[in-house]
């Protein structure tokens, strides 16, 4: 079964330090998507992909890094992890521009950053 | 610029009741509408989507209108049940190049028995 799967599920950081975040589809799509979510604003694009290799700069990039190793695997990299970034981070795929596309959306990871 | 807003919540409504949770847009484009829902622990998921102006889309009794000279797209449902409670988010596709989507801010959906 296609799927998007996340991990780590839960991670706690410190301040200062660097945190990855990972992200696998089986969906065979070739755009990949992170967004974090938070209370009051919804859910807010941080990089994107449209395939392996590329990254593209999403609506909150400041902070976050982002690497497409394969069609499969898509990594969110906090270099300095701050408070700020606490959140519940969602990564989805999607099949394409098309103006039918729906994303499919992992299952998120919980970061707190003390 | 390209902006979408919907019903702040939280909604708490009784069960059997109506629901309906506003959506509206700001944008030049003609943007293909969506519907996602959130349950508690899990990513959002699609409840349906709209591509053309003035067509409906429904999916486990909730629709909505994409009604162009309106700018809006808001979700109804007739008669909510407790297993419907959950974060309802409204999102549009303004760009067809990139496939990004926009999303509201959520609203909390809770029914109770």
């Known amino acids: 079964e296609a799927a998007v799967t996340q991990s780590p599920r839960n991670k706690v950081a410190v301040t200062g330090g660097k945190v990855t975040l990972s992200c696998n589809q089986t969906n065979n799509h070739n755009n990949m998507y992170w967004y974090r979510q938070d209370t009051g604003h919804g859910l807010r694009l941080i990089h994107y992909s449209y395939g392996a290799g590329s990254t593209e700069k999403g609506d909150i990039p400041d902070g976050y890094k982002a690497s497409r190793p394969s069609q499969e695997n898509f990594s969110l990299i906090l270099e300095l992890a701050t408070p700020s970034q606490t959140s519940v981070y969602f990564c989805?795929?999607?099949?394409?521009?098309?103006?039918?596309?729906?994303?499919?959306f992992g299952p998120g990871t919980r970061l707190t950053v003390l | 610029g390209d902006s979408v807003t919907q019903t702040e919540g939280p909604v708490t409504l009784s069960e059997g009741t109506s629901l309906t949770v506003n959506c509206s847009y700001e944008?030049?484009?003609?943007?293909?509408l969506f519907w996602y829902v959130q349950y508690p622990g899990e990513g959002p998921q699609l409840l349906f989507k709209v591509p053309k102006a003035n067509e409906k889309g429904s999916n486990r009794g909730f629709e909505a209108t994409y009604n162009k000279e309106a700018t809006s797209f808001h979700l109804q449902k007739a008669s909510v049940q407790e297993s419907d409670s959950a974060v309802y988010y409204c999102a549009l596709r303004f760009n067809t190049n990139t496939g990004k989507l926009t999303f509201g801010d959520g609203t909390v959906l809770t029914v109770k028995p």
């Open positions: 944008t030049k484009q003609y943007p293909t």
């Open positions: 989805a795929s999607g099949d394409g521009t098309g103006g039918n596309a729906e994303q499919f």
